[in-house]
């Protein structure tokens, strides 16, 4: 995410490319088209967004979302399980997808002249996916080992998943979108196909092609495909509320023996601003301003002059509901947590007070122009512009980068400073190797 957003920072630095303008549609039931053309692109890559994702999931079978991504591979009467590989391997296509907290997107990427395959497959499985038991079973272990993999083996699951929940104690952001393991084998079959028919619907999806052909050449086939596919009233969701913290700072501690360094995170609510271009982009810049090379003030004397650190690194996360801002350090076993902490906020606090060092904001703007400019010529920009609508950032808004351009000033960075950090952080999370966690009352008295 964070070099998709580096992307669109470049593209709203850089005034050489005015031109580019994604090209929309709605059709009558309420699907939306965006095409974002490149002549020379020899592929074409078609990505399909549903707005539905853990956030939306019902609340004892959290993760539903991505067990039907899982399942919309299975095939249909019309395609058939396995037939989507045997077509990507026969012409070197690639397909994937991934499951968030607010959506489900499914990407196709084929040679140019497959578009209208890809198309006829998206709209076959919008409607007629056939969900079996005998697949789902097998399938529910899959997920179930995929979960094992990412949170269970890791070394830092276990805290991560405790993390997050002390991030959102009432909102369904503090799950991940795989869910728990009591989640996953209570999922059945008839949940999904619930879930699909509530769902997999034209007006809650979005398809954006990226390739050589314009909205002229690529609106006649999508609706060739989907025209005929009914648009239904949409569930309503009211999601959870996060309530406020009133100050309050949640830390965490662990002491992990599959751990070889120490990990810290301290994080900060902050809204989600997706949608207000100019205030989106200043928070990205902010990040970029911050830690975004080892150039920048901040890391360069926590990680080259005092060694107080090996990395250091912010991260702006939004969504569809306020999301957070964090602070990332890696710390050697050696090297002292207080200390490191200390600086930390002792810079943020000389920061909110003098001002960002204009220096390390014009070097940001100037790297982000670079990573543009290196970029514009293949498929990984416009791509990365595409996921960038998808997440919400406004699709109207692409083709305005001079307003923007004169909008992201040091000024504006150093207020969204001050918007990160107008209250105490909610989490901190300290996590040791074995033997590095320094001794606690309960720890002494218990002798543990």
Known sequence: MKYIAILLIGFFLCPLHSKIAPQTATLSNGLKVIVFQNPILPSVTVLTKYG????????????LSHMLEHMMFKGSSKYPKDSLDRIINSCGGFLNAHTNFDTTVYTFSLPAEYLETILDIE???????????????????????????????????????????????????????IGYESHIKA??????????????????????????????????????????????????????????????????EQENPKAENIYIKIAYRVPTLIEKPEAYLAMRMLEATLTGSDSRLLTKQMVKEKRLALGVECDYSCGRNDMEFTFNLILSPEMNVEKAEKFLFEQLHKFLKKGLIEKDFNKAKKEACNIFAFSMDGEAFLMALANSVLSGFPVE????????????????????????????????ARFYPKGKMPKRNYQEVLGL
């Open 187 to 252: 999922y059945t079959i008839d949940a999904l196909k619930d879930h699909y028919k509530k769902w997999y619907i034209p007006n809650n999806a979005t398809i954006v092609v990226v390739g050589p052909y314009d909205l002229a050449y690529v609106l006649p086939l999508v609706e060739k495909k989907f025209l005929s596919i009914n648009a239904k009233e949409l569930p309503v969701v009211d999601r959870a509320v996060e309530p406020d913290r009133e100050g309050l700072t949640t830390t965490i």
């Open 397 to 428: 808004a692409i083709s305005k980068y001079e307003d923007f351009l004169q909008s992201i000033t040091v000024k504006q960075t150093h207020e969204m400073l001050h918007l990160v950090l107008e209250k105490p952080p909610i989490v901190i």
């Open 123 to 177: 709209a076959d499985r919008m409607e007629n996916l056939e969900l079996q038991e005998e697949d789902f079973l097998p399938e529910q272990k899959v997920v179930l080992e995929e979960r094992k993999m990412r949170l269970g083996n890791h070394p830092l699951g276990k805290s991560s998943e405790i993390y997050r929940r002390a991030l959102y104690t009432a909102h369904p952001y503090g799950i991940f979108p």
């Open 52 to 63: 539905v994702g853990t956030a939306d999931d019902p609340v004892y079978l959290l993760g």
